[in-house]
């Protein structure tokens, strides 16, 4: 398959899951991009979580990025926390609101439905393809993973169900290292 073909199938997936997403966001009073904040907060870690977080992840400017997390707080589906530490960061958290919406939402039921019609084996290739593809696009095009922290290189298990990130001098719970991370690197060196 040229790479045209493949430009043209996931053009085509991601039109048909950005309207599932429209639709499904107006049941919620919520835009597309207002969607796909709180779907990457819901993955993130604490190092993550954060307007400049979602502005790399999402690839948007900040403005956009400050509106849209303006109406999340305005509809009570996210918190703004203070960081202990440096109180120049803010950290964004999900409502229960917020967790319930996204647990009716996301996957889009479009994509749902057709995932689970899959046999157990062509869904776990398709997963790995996708997830093949996007780690080539990101190496290729040098852009930040956003991996699961426990794919990351600074990841260390200390003992069994005890972790500690390298890069941030912290230790993680078996909960934070399931989680997506802005410092992620697979890279090894420095």
Known sequence: MSSKKLHQHIERLSNLLRNEARTSGMDYGLQPIQLEALCYL??????????????????????????TLNVLHSKGLIRRISDKKDKRVTHLKLTTASKKLLDKAVPAPMLRRAYEGLQKEKQIRLV???????????RSNTMKSFGVCNTCRFNRCIETGQYFCELTQEALSPNDIQLICREHSSETGS
């Open 42 to 67: 819901s993955n993130c870690n604490r190092y993550s979580d954060s307007p400049i977080g979602v502005t790399e992840y999402l690839g948007l400017t900040k403005g956009t990025v400050s509106q």
């Open 128 to 138: 790995n393809d996708l997830k093949q593809l996007l780690t080539t696009i990101q």
